[in-house]
T-cell receptor, first 115, second 118 residues
Framework: DVKVTQSSRYLVKRTGEKVFLECVQDMDHENMFWYRQDPGLGLRLIYFSYDVKMKEKGDIPEGYSVSREKKERFSLILESASTNQTSMYLC??????????????FGEGSWLTVV | AQKITQTQPGMFVQEKEAVTLDCTYDTSDQSYGLFWYKQPSSGEMIFLIYQGSYDEQNATEGRYSLNFQKARKSANLVISASQLGDSAMYFCAMREAGRGGATNKLIFGTGTLLAVQP
């Protein structure tokens, strides 16, 4: 069974802390994505990576960075957590085209609260 | 710029009735894919249905069908015979090729919360 695993389901961190959210996939996918989900705003893309050490900014990269040292792992880093980064974070992975149906796989989500 | 618009923040439907969830999109690419996902309160994203931009027939998957109108750039989800278990958030999403097809970025709408009433 294919799997995208996010290391922590629920986290509580203090303002100013450095936070790492880890995502691991076992499908040898080239593409990996980090989204944050907020009520009324849907899923917004933070960063994505299409190969090891390759990354591109999404729609809301400010306050975040990412790391992809190995193909299976994509980390989201909050250098100095702030309360407005309290959110649910979703990781996803996929292979590149051709397109078809169920080819994008999501993790279970990480609920981050910054206090 | 690519964009997905879902104009219905929330909807009610009676059990056993059909419901249509609206989705419009904007893209300059000729090749793209459209997806619908269901997200129950547990948070997992469940793939429902996919429509490719070059597919001539509307996609169907069981009780789900996608009403694809390319000229109008709309991709509405139709759920027939609603069930209580259909109560969830529904997201429309689009995937288009990046440079050289490498990126395949997936973008989402803001979602529609569907409540099925007994």
């Amino acid at each position: 069974d294919v799997k995208v695993t996010q290391s922590s389901r629920y986290l509580v961190k203090r303002t100013g802390e450095k936070v790492f959210l880890e995502c691991v996939q076992d499908m040898d996918h080239e593409n990996m994505f980090w989204y944050r989900q907020d009520p009324g705003l849907g899923l917004r893309l933070i960063y994505f990576s299409y190969d090891v050490k390759m990354k591109e900014k999404g729609d809301i990269p400010e306050g975040y960075s990412v790391s992809r040292e190995k193909k299976e792992r994509f980390s989201l880093i909050l250098e100095s957590a702030s309360t407005n980064q309290t959110s649910m974070y979703l990781c996803a992975s996929s292979s590149p085209g051709p397109y078809s149906g169920n080819t994008i796989y999501f993790g279970e989500g990480s609920w981050l609260t910054v206090v | 710029a690519q964009k997905i618009t879902q104009t219905q923040p929330g909807m009610f439907v009676q059990e056993k009735e059909a419901v249509t969830l609206d989705c419009t999109y904007d893209t300059s690419d000729q090749s793209y894919g459209l997806f619908w996902y269901k997200q129950p309160s547990s948070g997992e994203m469940i793939f429902l249905i996919y429509q490719g931009s070059y597919d001539e027939q509307n996609a169907t998957e069981g009780r789900y069908s996608l009403n694809f109108q390319k000229a109008r750039k709309s991709a509405n989800l139709v759920i027939s015979a609603s069930q209580l278990g259909d109560s969830a958030m529904y997201f429309c999403a689009m995937r288009e090729a990046g440079r050289g097809g490498a990126t395949n970025k997936l973008i989402f709408g803001t979602g529609t919360l569907l409540a099925v009433q007994p």
